[in-house]
């Protein structure tokens, strides 16, 4: 069974913050990672809580970290940067 902790945005590490919100996001607005041991999952703001759960039911780990993107930072996703323009 699968734990999952709801965490503040805040407490998620910068440089994570970098690498969640750059290339595509899903379009269903819920990312998930497992590559730093435990599941980590990055959901948009307006994206729905039966998603958010489903999503980290599915990344089969002992604990996964849910956090909400805020709106100030939903704003900046998939916004193409110098290098996708040029």
Request: proline share 5%; net charge positive; hydrophobic share 45%.
């Amino acid at each position: 069974m699968c734990k999952i902790l709801v965490r503040k945005w805040d407490n998620l590490k910068s440089s994570l913050v970098a690498e969640a919100i750059t290339g595509d996001f899903p379009k269903c607005g819920v990312k998930y990672t497992g590559k730093y041991g435990q599941g980590l999952v990055i959901a948009r703001f307006n994206a729905p809580i039966s998603l958010i759960k489903e999503k980290a039911r599915a990344a089969n780990q002992e604990i996964t970290h849910v956090f909400v993107m805020p709106r100030s930072i939903d704003r900046l996703v998939n916004i193409p940067t110098l290098t996708d323009v040029a």
